[in-house]
Nanobody
Framework: QLQLVESGGGLVQPGGSLRLSCAAS????????IGWFRQAPGKEREGVSC????????NYADSVKGRFTISRDNAKNTVYLQMNSLKPEDTAVYYC?????????????????WGQGTQVTVSS
């Protein structure tokens, strides 16, 4: 079974940056689209960004457009989420997820495999 492990979370001041990584084991990510999701305390999980299996198509939630960038390095079996200009409202546990096929999605119901999450806290 595909296993995903997120890393790169932490505490950062408003306006700062973090880069999250989603590394896969047991299977290659070449045939999987990847999504990043987040869940803040007391809120529903929301889609942040997604990328197609070959990396040619990306999508972002309106709340992060222009600040976050998703990318993938299939040779390293890893997907990244570069987060710039972070705001306190970006504070959440961030999860990566994988779904078989080409196209990504910002809807969590489309994903079969999930990582354990990494905490991102934006605070001064």
């Amino acid at each position: 079974q595909l296993q995903l492990v997120e890393s790169g979370g932490g505490l950062v001041q408003p306006g700062g940056s973090l880069r999250l990584s989603c590394a896969a084991s047991r299977f290659t990510l070449d045939y999987y689209a990847i999504g990043w999701f987040r869940q803040a305390p007391g809120k529903e999980r929301e889609g942040v960004s997604c990328i197609s299996s070959l990396g040619g198509s990306t999508n972002y939630a309106d709340s992060v457009k222009g600040r976050f960038t998703i990318s993938r390095d299939n040779a390293k079996n890893t997907v990244y989420l570069q987060m710039n200009s972070l705001k306190p409202e970006d504070t959440a546990v961030y999860y990566c997820a994988a779904r078989g096929g080409y196209s990504g999605s910002l809807e969590d119901r489309h994903y079969n495999y999930w990582g354990q999450g990494t905490q991102v806290t934006v605070s001064s």
